[in-house]
Every structure is written in structure tokens, then in C-alpha cells.
């Protein structure tokens, strides 16, 4: 059964045998796409050598060739249903830790130092996408060990994280994103490669996370505040989507900021590199 789980015929009769529901709001769609599993595979470079971690297993069908090709998998499924399923799907493999937890609740590295997980590990997931952005950013600013990270997400988000500044796509994501990691597209996924198709297409992306952040500043608090206050009114000058925002200098002080950092402020925030960004952070404390 594990080389035939990506067939919809499959998928519908573990459904069907097991009275699966699937949960709406958990974002359930179901890969039977085998093409774009092994895109997935290949784009992660999985070995021997290497730990995963899966976030939302289905009915396992990921899960299955993760394990053939991995030294240990660890799957955290939030849906108590499944795990009859994955019992079934999955028995032929002795490399799987399921951890049945909600992964926003979940302290990562605990469960990963738990397991005698020591090492860099990769995160391999067809993400539920109401709940993309906060999974991506918990493991990046929990400093989860981890070196790439391959997903499947909605084709909008996926487009956000990957855009470059001056374009319509850039905003507070792709540099809180990039920030950590260098991205990148590796395929487009058609909505009909999915149980039940969702409304909207997907696209795999590659997620490298880099052992320095892309830039060094010494307050990142305030780098994100900057960042979020730029693109809290789009249509506006940098100047004007700033003043005012939060607890952020007042105008006077922020034109001096522009200045002092040799960026004109009448620029919008999505010109703006992340460079751009640092450097008004690491100047702020001069203009207070």
C-alpha cells in the first residue's frame, strides 16, 4: 500500500474505510500528485544522514516517502482521527515518531531533544495554509535546528516570501522570511492535485536557513517594528506609514532618521531593501 498512497483511488478508500471526516478548519487536502511528491523529495535532498520533520501527515502519504528515504522521521498530526490510519499506512517503517500535537503549542526543541535528536534536522510539509505564516515563523524565531525547510503553501504566500523589493508581492513577510533564509520556487501545484481541491493553486518553496541572519543589527525588535510600520499604510510615503505608528519616533525625528541614513523618505516601504531596513534601525538610536 505505501508506494500506492498518492493515487486518488487509494486516498478515497482509506477515507471511506476508516470514516475519515475531513476537518475544514484544519485545513485538511490530501497530495495525489506523485510527481510533485518527488519534486518535494528531490528539492529537500533527503539522505540517510538525515532527521525530518513533517508538520500534518494526512494519511501519510508524504510520510511514506519520507521514511524510505530518511534516517528518522518525526510526524506532529494534530488530528487524533488519523492516527489509526497512519497506523496502517505506516507499519511497514520503524524510522517514525508520531507526535499527535498541536505545533503551535509545541516546544520543538523539546520534543526533538526528547527523541535524542541532536543534530540539524530538515522540515519537509504540505502546510494547512490558514495557519502558514505563525508555523514558518515559530520555527525561525525559535531557533529550531534546522537547516531547510521544503513546503508546500498557498501560491499567494509562497509568492510573498520569495518576492524582491520594488515589486508588488514584497512586503513584511518576505523580509521577516528572508531575514532568516534564502528562498526559493521549485514548483507550481495545480489544484487538482488534491483531496478535496482547494480553492486556490500551491506552490512548493525552498526554504535554506542560514547559519548567520542576512543582516546584523543589534535590536531585531525594532528592525520588525520598522519593517511593519513601512508597509502599514502601502500607498504612502515610508515617512508618513511610519509617523505615528506604534511607539516610533515622532516625524521631526524620522526625517532626521532618513537623512542621517541617506534614504529619501517620500521612497514607499516596498522599495526598500532589507539592507535599507537594517541601517535605518542601526541610525534610529542617533536621531532619539
Known amino acids: 500500500m505505501q ?82 490510519i497512519l497506523n496502517e499506512t505506516l507499519s511497514a517503517y520503524q524510522n517514525i515518531d508520531i507526535i499527535n500535537k498541536d505545533i503551535l503549542k509545541t516546544d520543538i526543541n523539546e520534543e526533538l531533544k526528547s527523541l535524542g535528536i541532536n543534530q540539524k534536522v530538515k522540515v519537509v510539509a504540505n502546510l494547512p495554509y490558514y495557519i502558514t505564516t505563525p508555523i514558518i515563523m515559530k520555527i525561525l524565531e525559535e531557533n529550531v535546528n534546522v537547516s531547510v525547510m521544503v513546503l508546500m503553501l498557498q501560491k499567494e504566500v509562497a509568492n510573498r516570501i520569495n518576492a524582491q523589493h520594488s515589486t508588488k508581492d514584497y512586503g513584511s513577510l518576505s523580509i521577516a522570511v528572508q531575514y532568516y533564509c534564502d528562498t526559493q520556487i521549485i514548483c507550481k501545484v495545480p489544484k487538482n492535485s488534491f483531496i478535496p481541491e482547494p480553492n486556490v493553486d500551491s506552490l512548493v518553496i525552498k526554504l535554506t536557513v542560514n547559519e548567520k541572519r542576512k543582516v546584523e543589527i543589534e535590536d531585531e525588535e525594532l528592525f520588525f517594528k520598522l519593517v511593519r510600520g513601512s508597509f502599514a499604510k502601502r500607498r504612502k510615503t515610508i515617512l508618513n506609514s511610519l509617523t505615528g505608528y506604534e511607539d516610533l519616533a515622532d516625524k521631526e525625528k524620522l526625517e532626521k532618521l532618513f537623512e542621517i541614513s541617506q534614504i529619501d523618505s517620500k521612497r514607499r516601504g516596498e522599495t526598500l531593501t532589507i539592507q535599507d531596513f537594517a541601517k535605518l534601525t542601526q541610525n534610529y538610536k542617533n536621531v532619539l
Open 3 to 84: 508506494t500506492e498512497l498518492s493515487s486518488a483511488k487509494t486516498t478515497k478508500n482509506i477515507i471511506q474505510k476508516y470514516g475519515f471526516k475531513l476537518t475544514k478548519s484544519l485545513g485538511q487536502n490530501f497530495l495525489i500528485n506523485e510527481n510533485i511528491l518527488n519534486e518535494i523529495i528531490e528539492a529537500a535532498d533527503i539522505t540517510k544522514d538525515d532527521v525530518v520533520l513533517e508538520i500534518g501527515t494526512g494519511i501519510g502519504t508524504l510520510t511514506s516517502k519520507l521514511c524510505e528515504r530518511a534516517k528518522r522521521v518525526v510526524a506532529v498530526e494534530i488530528d487524533k482521527n488519523l492516527l489509526p
